[in-house]
């Protein structure tokens, strides 16, 4: 039985365009989240610049991060939001952890390939070792539960073998946490517009292939108007989407921004056209993300006010990191002021 009381911890890099595959998959769960565990979204900036970023962009996309958080339903005074990079735990403790981690462990996990691609040899060490980062992101809280995706598994899943590690090496059973998985809910896989067997993404050259959050409810309306869809009508079953990714998608993300399952929006629309789904769906997203869309204008136009939500953000997960932090040199034989 772990001794570790509940606490959640996650965060998204700073690196413009949210989407809906964003609000969907991460950000609407953190809202629901936050009612069932003491929580904390961290701006995970540090993570950002494994690879280039502007400097002065860096810092807007900070703060539009946590404009999105407070827009979606985070309550600042219930849960911690902060940027990474101001509070120091999570790098000194990623170097800790990284005297932990082997090399083997790091070169199975696939994101990094993925991002590398041919070229890794003039890839980032930060981009090597960003799952450590991650690791020491977690158990800097000692967090037990964190809100994934499919993506991120293995790097929880590294995680887990590092607290594993550290706890057997220095003698210090149960000290760090196993962290567990916490997946909520349908969304959690939103493919893009205009092509339903990609993933949606702000790198796609496209602006019609995702939704932003900062799109207007004219902008929403058009784009899920003008989504790829096919010539048949909605099956009435789940498995008449297998071979329809389009569909599929269109049908998930109804289900996903209604909160029922793809079997219910099947048991509406089924037998019906897209004609009978789009405009349904266009009201529904503009329904749910046009006020988000609206309050993170409004949010990102009082600098003064999102600062000093990070701010105070920061210096209470400091509060909870630090002592950890501490324990940890303590565990590893550092002298400790």
Same mark, same amino acid.
């Given at each position: 039985m772990?001794k570790?009381?509940?606490?959640?911890?996650?965060?998204?890099?700073?690196?413009?365009?949210?989407?809906?595959?964003?609000?969907?998959?991460?950000?609407?769960?953190?809202?629901?989240?936050?009612?069932?565990?003491?929580?904390?979204?961290?701006?995970v900036?540090?993570?950002a610049v494994?690879?280039?970023?502007?400097?002065k962009?860096?810092k +807007?996309?900070?703060r539009?991060i946590?404009?999105?958080y407070?827009?979606?339903?985070i309550?600042p005074?219930?849960?911690?939001?902060f940027?990474q990079?101001t509070?120091?735990?999570?790098?000194?403790?990623?170097?800790?952890?990284?005297?932990?981690?082997?090399?083997?462990?790091?070169n199975?996990m696939?994101?990094?390939?993925?991002?590398a691609?041919?070229? $890794?040899?003039?890839?980032?060490?930060?981009?090597?070792?960003y @799952?450590?980062?991650?690791a020491?992101?977690i158990?800097?809280?000692?967090?037990?539960?964190? @809100?994934?995706?499919?993506?991120?598994k293995q790097?929880?899943?590294?995680?887990?073998?590092?607290?594993?590690?550290?706890n057997?090496?220095?003698?210090?059973e149960?000290?760090?946490?196993? @962290? +567990?998985?916490l997946?909520?809910?349908?969304?959690?896989?939103?493919?893009?517009l205009?092509?339903?067997?990609?993933?949606?993404? $702000?790198?796609?050259?496209?602006d019609?292939?995702r939704?932003?959050?900062?799109?207007d409810?004219?902008?929403?309306?058009?784009?899920? $108007?003008?989504?790829k869809?096919?010539?048949?009508?909605?099956p009435? +079953?789940? +498995?008449?989407?297998?071979?329809r990714?389009?569909?599929r998608?269109?049908?998930?993300?109804?289900?996903?921004?209604?909160?029922v399952?793809r079997?219910?929006?099947?048991s509406?629309?089924g037998?019906?056209?897209?004609g009978?789904?789009?405009p349904?769906?266009?009201?529904l997203?503009?329904?749910k993300?046009?006020?988000i869309s609206e309050?993170m204008?409004r949010?990102?136009?009082?600098r003064?006010h999102?600062d000093?939500i990070?701010?105070?953000g920061?210096?209470r997960?400091?509060?909870i990191?630090?002592p950890?932090?501490?324990?940890?040199k303590?565990?590893?034989?550092?002298?400790?002021?």
């Amino acid at each position: 039985m772990s001794k570790h009381s509940p606490r959640v911890f996650s965060g998204v890099q700073p690196t413009g365009n949210l989407h809906l595959g964003n609000y969907l998959g991460a950000i609407s769960k953190f809202v629901t989240m936050q009612h069932d565990y003491p929580s904390i979204f961290c701006v995970v900036d540090l993570h950002a610049v494994t690879v280039p970023q502007d400097p002065k962009l860096l810092k +807007e996309q900070t703060r539009e991060i946590a404009a999105a958080y407070v827009a979606a339903g985070i309550d600042p005074a219930k849960s911690i939001i902060f940027a990474q990079s101001t509070v120091s735990a999570h790098a000194e403790l990623a170097w800790i952890l990284s005297c932990q981690a082997r090399i083997g462990w790091l070169n199975r996990m696939t994101q990094f390939k993925d991002k590398a691609g041919k070229d $890794k040899e003039k890839a980032s060490v930060g981009l090597y070792t960003y @799952p450590v980062l991650m690791a020491a992101d977690i158990l800097a809280y000692k967090a037990t539960h964190v @809100p994934v995706g499919e993506d991120q598994k293995q790097h929880l899943e590294l995680a887990r073998d590092i607290a594993a590690k550290f706890n057997n090496d220095m003698n210090a059973e149960d000290f760090f946490p196993q @962290p +567990e998985p916490l997946i909520q809910g349908p969304g959690t896989r939103v493919m893009s517009l205009k092509d339903g067997t990609a993933k949606m993404s $702000k790198s796609d050259p496209s602006d019609l292939s995702r939704i932003n959050l900062t799109d207007d409810a004219d902008t929403i309306a058009k784009k899920v $108007k003008k989504a790829k869809s096919d010539a048949d009508v909605l099956p009435s +079953e789940e +498995e008449g989407l297998e071979a329809r990714p389009e569909a599929r998608n269109l049908v998930g993300i109804y289900a996903a921004l209604s909160g029922v399952s793809r079997a219910d929006v099947l048991s509406e629309f089924g037998g019906q056209g897209f004609g009978a789904l789009k405009p349904r769906l266009a009201e529904l997203a503009v329904e749910k993300l046009a006020p988000i869309s609206e309050e993170m204008r409004r949010l990102q136009n009082d600098r003064a006010h999102l600062d000093g939500i990070l701010m105070d953000g920061a210096e209470r997960a400091d509060a909870i990191a630090a002592p950890i932090l501490r324990e940890t040199k303590e565990i590893m034989g550092f002298l400790v002021r």
